[in-house]
């Protein structure tokens, strides 16, 4: 029986979307391994009730750590001791930079091999398979770990958050003591890294622009369109605005922005690139705007348009605007 420790990151009352997504992940594989999924949360005076939800998204077991939350080293010294009492053959993580710091903490400490941007996993012959994009995204390399404890890190967002109907998980407390060097940081604020409130990880529809709207004004297509839409949107962008400057940073979707799984992908003016494919072709439905008809994009998008998006987006703004009020 191989069972499977998740991290999961908690905020402001919170479990984020990514954690989520790992332990929906944790359980699907532990229960194929004929083990089960435990998480593992650290923080100052965590509610029974958010510990115990988890089991929503599979897990039978929560174990609860107090400690300073939001840092890697208390959490690498809890981890480690749960995998000392043994049962745990993998340790998986949703990633983002404290998923990647605690993941490579916890692997020095424990001698394991560890995978870093996991985007897949799958088991085969009784083991996990880490499936890890390498050379730009441009081919998968699959790795098998040889580590007693295995420690799988995925890119941020690459699991998919999913509810498995089962009831609250039992929640247990966790003893453990800080390593001297564990109390060297101190968290001083906590809040969204990159300063902007664009919150397009979190979003269920997402207007992305690219360089094809022409300018920087151009994105007042796309805000409107998302306004129009209400709710739970957001836009998003390609590097080659952001690197522009015509969008914030905290914007931007691929290798080297957010991953992101909205239910609906609208990409206006954008080509689609590989870099940028990586970030957001896990989602629902992609649909595509591009006034060229070879365009890359097409090539995995659900629906293409191929015309001006200047004409088209200020059209299906009406028309959202128009279903909203009917
Ligand atoms: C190491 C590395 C990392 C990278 N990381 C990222 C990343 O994280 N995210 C990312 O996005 N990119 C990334 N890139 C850049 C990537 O390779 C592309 O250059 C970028 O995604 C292109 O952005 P774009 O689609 O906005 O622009 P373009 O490729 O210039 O495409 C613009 C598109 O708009 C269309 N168009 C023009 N006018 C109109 C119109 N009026 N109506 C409709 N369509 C129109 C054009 O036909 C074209 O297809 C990275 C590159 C490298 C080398």
Redesign the pocket.
């Known amino acids: 029986m191989t069972n499977i420790l998740i991290y999961a990151l908690h905020y402001e009352g919170a479990i984020n979307k990514n954690s989520l997504g790992a332990v929906s992940e944790g359980s699907r594989l532990a229960g194929e391994l004929g083990g089960e999924a435990h998480v593992i949360m650290l923080g100052e005076g965590i509610p029974q009730e958010l510990a115990a939800s988890l089991g929503a998204h599979g897990a039978s077991k929560v174990l609860v750590a107090e400690g300073p939350e939001g840092l890697a080293q208390p959490v690498v010294d809890a981890m480690a001791k749960a995998i000392e009492g043994g049962g745990y053959g993998y340790a998986l993580f949703g990633g983002g930079l404290l998923g990647f710091e605690i993941g490579a903490g916890l692997a020095a400490r424990l001698g394991a091999g560890v995978v870093m941007e996991v985007t897949a996993v799958r088991v085969e012959g009784g083991e996990l398979i880490a499936e890890r994009p390498i050379l730009?995204d441009s081919a998968i390399s699959e790795i098998k770990y040889r580590s007693p404890v295995g420690i799988v890190i995925g890119r941020l967002n690459a699991f998919e958050a999913r509810e498995s109907g089962g009831g609250p998980a039992a929640v247990e407390q966790l003893a453990f003591e800080l390593s001297p060097h564990a109390g060297q940081a101190t968290m001083l604020v906590r809040g969204e890294q990159r300063g902007a409130d664009v919150d397009i990880e979190g979003a269920d529809i997402l207007i992305a622009g690219?360089?094809?709207l022409?300018k920087p004004e151009g994105f007042t297509l796309v805000e409107e369109l998302a306004q129009a839409f209400g709710g739970n949107s957001a836009v998003a962008a390609?590097?080659?605005?952001v690197d522009a400057g015509w969008y914030p940073y905290a914007a931007?979707?691929?290798?080297?922005?957010k991953t992101v799984a909205p239910k609906l992908y609208l990409a206006?003016?954008?080509?689609?690139?590989?870099?940028?494919k990586v970030?957001m072709q896990s989602s629902e439905n992609i649909v595509a705007?591009?006034?060229?008809a070879n365009?890359p994009?097409f090539e995995f998008s659900d629906l293409g348009i191929v015309?001006?998006?200047?004409k088209i987006l200020p059209k299906l703004t009406e028309a959202v605007k128009a279903r909203k009020a009917g």
Request: proline share 0%; net charge positive; aromatic share 0%.
């Open positions: 730009g690219g360089r094809g022409g390609t590097r080659a605005v931007q979707i691929g290798q080297t922005g206006a003016g954008i080509s689609g690139a590989i870099q940028h970030g705007i591009n006034k060229d365009a994009i015309g001006d998006l200047n």
